[in-house]
């Protein structure tokens, strides 16, 4: 008798994995299923290879990772490529919506400052903008500590060698926004953020590069960002700006 076994691999885009602990949990789950013989899941993407011995649908596998936890969810990553290739365009706006509207509030208030003032000052102005730059960004990335530690270090070059830096980073900017705020020596202050952002801008500009899809952890977990041109923006602004204010003094 002559047995033929036929092996296939599939790729999926699997949403809600935010740690290792998340890849066991639904490894676990798929490798419950009978005719799936491997299953390799990464964080980056994030996504998952499976090897079956059978076609398994997708409904299949989404009820097997269901069972690991409600959050997550499968897709055939070919699929989910296209779907994005005719979306970009019209889902650009939304994607960027939450973060254009935070920058407007920014520089909104700290205008609103100036106009109290007898004239415009643009140093404290930007001083002020700075101020709420860390203070809003650490306010989001702190509302799920773990969860952006998590993102940061699939891209920051420090919290990659670094772990325990995606925890510190948050608090980092905490303390910048503090000290922006108040004033507090303007040169030790301005040369931090300048360091800070300079070596952040350096894992952004390298997985631009790559054109690897990642999440921008910037917001955090609460607000879902990809990694783009946007963040680099955001990251070279404070830099200009603390360069200004340290040439100026």
Partial sequence: MLLILIIMTHTYE????????????????LLKIGDVSAAELQLESPQATITMQKHIPTTALQEAISRAGAKYTIADLNTTMHHAAVMDET??????FPIVLIFLYITGISLLIQFTQASFNWMQWMRHFMAGFFLVFS???LMNLKGFSEGYKMY??????LPGYG???PFIELSLGIAFLTGFNPFVTNLTALIVMSVSI????QNLMKKTPFQCACLGTVIKLPLSKVTLFEDALMIIMSGIMLVNM
């Fill in 91 to 96: 889902t650009t706006a939304d994607n960027y």
């Fill in 14 to 29: 699997i949403k809600g994995m935010t740690c290792n602990g998340c890849i066991a949990k639904v490894k676990n789950e």
């Fill in 167 to 169: 925890f510190l980073y």
């Fill in 156 to 161: 920051d070059v420090v919290a990659k060698s």
């Fill in 202 to 205: 350096v894992g952004v500009i």
């Fill in 139 to 141: 306010f989001f990335k």
